[in-house]
């Protein structure tokens, strides 16, 4: 029985919420970030470089296709809790990256920066929390298929 079928409206609406905001946006902008990169470089002709972004684009991908597989296609847990691990730890570790970094000489940049760093942070707590309801989805689900059909027997 597919996993999908399981799931009432308002469950697969938020599977598919998780699913653009933890993939595919990620792979919109690392495809983005790409191609911009690879451009300058191309008329550049630097050989190394473009083997490197050849070969981050490959590990891009594989990072892309992780969450979808594991959360997603297959209705996961690990993976879900992992990132419910990570995320507060990458919002720690970017506030005190950005406290201790170098500061703007004007105005506009601060708030460039700090306009950066508000749409970075509320991008990882929505994550999380669809990453926090998904992952209760997943444990019903995986709960639903591993408990047998219950039958009535002919009596």
Not at 18 to 47: D, E, H, T
Not at 96 to 104: G, K, L, V
Request: with cysteine; proline share 6%; charged share 15%.
């Amino acid at each position: 029985m597919n996993h999908e079928q399981l799931l009432n409206p308002e469950e697969q609406k938020l599977r598919r919420r998780w699913l653009f905001w933890s993939v595919k946006m990620p792979a919109v902008v690392a495809g983005l970030i790409i191609l911009f990169s690879i451009i300058p470089l191309y008329s550049q002709y630097n050989l190394w470089a473009l083997l490197i972004i050849f070969v981050m684009t490959a590990l891009m991908g594989g990072l892309t296709y992780a969450p979808y597989y594991c959360a997603y296609k297959k209705p996961g847990t690990i993976l879900l809790t992992v990132t419910l691990i990570s995320i507060p730890l990458l919002i720690i570790m970017d506030a005190i990256r950005t406290a201790y970094s170098f500061m703007p000489a004007n105005g506009i940049e601060l708030f460039l920066l700090l306009m950066g760093k508000t749409l970075t942070t509320s991008c990882y707590v929505l994550i999380f929390f669809l990453s926090l309801k998904l992952r209760t989805i997943n444990k019903k689900v995986r709960a639903m298929l591993l408990t047998p059909d219950k039958k009535v027997s002919p009596a």
